[in-house]
């Protein structure tokens, strides 16, 4: 078995961050970012986008790199079940309003301030903190942007 390659979009508007609930394993049930495959072919920008849209309906744009993530499962005798490689990407929100889809079981904007009262995926909020320093420094480099 070799790890796959995976991303995970990060949008955040107003205040509230783009979030779904796994509808399958891993991590089923629990809030995380939009995401999935890397396709052949496909970067991961590319890929974080088009995935954005497939679980969410949600457009984005200008995707920046923010960190690699593993996602590393074990079971009860220690073996590796499946290993991801996600890559987090940043995405600027340009149009739609979330609708789960795909393997999404809910979508929906959560306010900053309440994302840690959800059950969420392991790293996420080190992740989203990652985002929201990116966000600022585009702001002070050209507020007229946001």
């Known amino acids: 078995m070799k ?23 891993p991590n089923a049930g629990k809030w ?17 986008l088009r995935e954005l849209h497939e679980e969410t309906t949600v457009v984005g744009t200008s995707p920046a790199y923010l960190t690699n993530v593993d ?4 079971d009860a005798q220690g ?9 987090a990407v940043c995405c600027d929100y340009v149009s ?3 609708l789960a889809r ?24 080190l992740v989203l903190e990652q985002a929201i320093t990116l966000k600022q420094r585009k702001m002070d480099l050209d507020p007229s942007s946001y």
């Open 102 to 125: 795909d393997d999404a079981a809910d979508a929906r904007w959560v306010p900053l301030g309440q994302v840690g009262a959800l059950d969420i995926t392991e790293n996420l909020e």
């Open 71 to 74: 996602v590393i499962q074990r």
């Open 79 to 87: 073996d590796i079940q499946y290993h991801f490689l996600l890559a």
């Open 3 to 25: 790890p796959v390659l995976g991303v995970i979009a990060v949008v955040i508007r107003d205040s509230h961050v783009l979030l779904v609930q796994r509808g399958k394993e």
């Open 32 to 48: 995380g970012f939009p995401g999935g495959h890397v396709e052949l072919g496909e970067t991961a920008l590319a890929g974080a």
């Open 96 to 98: 739609g309003t979330p």
